[in-house]
Structures are given as structure tokens and as C-alpha cells.
């Protein structure tokens, strides 16, 4: 089970809401003790820059070191 959460501050702790699919699938309940794996993603910046258009001829380098 993978979900996607973003984390958020309650008091000087961080805490994530469980997806109500992942609920629903490992069959969890309230006051239960589960085992969670953190790892952080890379952003994705698939398409932060619009517009830019496509490389010319004019924007190749033609020198390398």
C-alpha cells in the first residue's frame, strides 16, 4: 500500500491523515499500533516551465571543456 500525504503541525509534533482507501484496504482501526515507512519524494517539476519552447540551432553549445 502506497499513499501520498502531506504532513502538517498539531502542537510540536507532525502528523499525517491516513487515505481512507488504505484504511478501507489493510482493515484499520482506531487505537490500533501499525508499522509505517517514511521515505521523502523528489519533487517533480514536469512542467514548471511552460512556455519555453523548444531548443533551436541557436541554443546549442558548441564547446565542451
Do not use: Q, W
Request: with cysteine; net charge positive; aromatic share 8%.
Amino acid at each position: 500500500m502506497t499513499a501520498y500525504v502531506t504532513t502538517r503541525k498539531v502542537g510540536g509534533s507532525l502528523v499525517v491523515t491516513l487515505p481512507k482507501e488504505i484504511v478501507e484496504l489493510g482493515d484499520i482501526h482506531p487505537k490500533e499500533t501499525i508499522e509505517i515507512t517514511v521515505s521523502k519524494t523528489r519533487p517533480n517539476f514536469f512542467g514548471k516551465c511552460r512556455g519555453i519552447g523548444k531548443f533551436t540551432e541557436n541554443d546549442r553549445m558548441d564547446y565542451h571543456d
